[in-house]
T-cell receptor
Framework: GENVEQHPSTLSVQEGDSAVIKCTYS??????FPWYKQELGKRPQLIID?????GEKKDQRIAVTLNKTAKHFSLHITETQPEDSAVYFC?????????FGAGTRLTVKP | DAGVTQSPTHLIKTRGQHVTLRCSPI?????VSWYQQVLGQGPQFIFQ???????GRGNFPDRFSARQFPNYSSELNVNALLLGDSALYLC????????????????FGEGSRLTVL
């Protein structure tokens, strides 16, 4: 089955700096790659996603890149703000099965 | 418009007991998926139901079962609870069974936090 690895597990940045989180997946048939933000005690919320027919997608301060050949995708957050502090999960989807990474705890220091 | 709703929000059970968790999808969504999220880890896929039929099953023992009703709401049942079943159980809904190439996303509920003592 699909295996998703996510790095780093924790990330601390200064406010205004950029943050990058990387994920790799194993199943080349995966075709949808969402990123979720989960605040403590809250539901995972979709922040951006990318499909396998696209290499890059941007939404304001957030961007995602996908390298299908290397089977990895990355989340980029620019101009980080304290409210960006949360746990971020990547996921890879195939068929009807969504596999999540273990998460990255991002802390943005004011 | 209401999002995905789950009940109960918190519950405590003892080993060997049984639990039923409930989920109502977003209006119009026909697919419901269940995930288990152990503290400090990412959600793990348990089941997907679409139009009352099981469409996918993760690597969970037979103690876990689910069903979907004609109104697309769903129940997750766990029998013979173990300490390791303590987790946040998330329900997610989507419009279709598969998140097709150009449309569709999963919407999560707030979850049911189960503690097994």
């Amino acid at each position: 089955g699909e295996n998703v690895e996510q790095h780093p597990s924790t990330l601390s940045v200064q406010e205004g700096d950029s943050a990058v989180i990387k994920c790799t997946y194993s199943d080349s048939a995966s075709n949808y790659f969402p990123w979720y933000k989960q605040e403590l005690g809250k539901r995972p919320q979709l922040i951006i996603d990318i499909r396998s027919n696209v290499g890059e997608k941007k939404d304001q301060r957030i961007a995602v890149t996908l390298n299908k050949t290397a089977k990895h995708f990355s989340l980029h957050i620019t101009e980080t703000q304290p409210e960006d502090s949360a746990v971020y999960f990547c996921a890879a989807y195939k068929g009807n099965d969504m596999r999540f990474g273990a998460g990255t705890r991002l802390t943005v220091k004011p | 418009d209401a999002g995905v709703t789950q009940s109960p929000t918190h519950l405590i059970k003892t080993r060997g007991q049984h639990v039923t968790l409930r989920c109502s999808p977003i209006s119009g969504h026909k697919s419901v998926s269940w995930y288990q999220q152990v503290l400090g880890q990412g959600p793990q896929f348990i089941f997907q139901y679409y139009e009352k039929e099981e469409r996918g099953r993760g690597n969970f023992p037979d103690r876990f079962s689910a069903r979907q009703f004609p109104n697309y709401s769903s129940e997750l049942n766990v029998n013979a609870l173990l300490l390791g079943d303590s987790a946040l159980y998330l329900c997610a809904s989507s419009l279709w069974a598969r998140l097709a190439l150009n449309t569709g996303e999963l919407f999560f509920g707030e979850g049911s936090r189960l503690t097994v003592l």
